[in-house]
Nanobody, 117 residues
């Protein structure tokens, strides 16, 4: 089992910045990628950004150039730096860890990000 603990959500004005952090504990040895997803009210959960253990990254088109995903292998954390936030970024953000070989995904409890003036 893998446990994921998110932090860093909150309320920010349009154009502002937030940094989300996710700490992974438990059976983390076979994790192949980690990432962030979000779900806005009435919408499906969508990928925001992901990073593999090899360092390859993938971003949703809507956040390219504004968001940056990074990992700290020593701390077993994955961070999401969000700049130039827009109202449409408002959502619950979920941390994800995937073990590709077994097809198992783990999820955090989610953290609310609200962008409003």
């Amino acid at each position: 089992q893998v446990q994921l603990a998110e932090s860093g959500g909150g309320l920010v004005q349009p154009g502002g910045s937030l940094r989300l952090s996710c700490a992974a504990t438990g059976s983390i040895a076979s994790i192949t990628s980690m990432g962030w997803y979000r779900q806005a009210p009435g919408k499906q959960r969508e990928l925001v950004a992901a990073i593999t253990v090899g360092g390859s990254t993938n971003y949703a088109d809507s956040v390219k150039g504004r968001f940056t995903i990074s990992t700290d292998s020593a701390k077993n954390t994955v961070d999401l730096q969000m700049n130039s936030l827009k109202s449409e970024d408002t959502a619950v953000y979920y941390c994800n860890a995937e073990k590709a070989r077994s097809g198992v995904n783990y999820w955090g409890q989610g953290t609310q990000v609200s962008v409003s003036s």
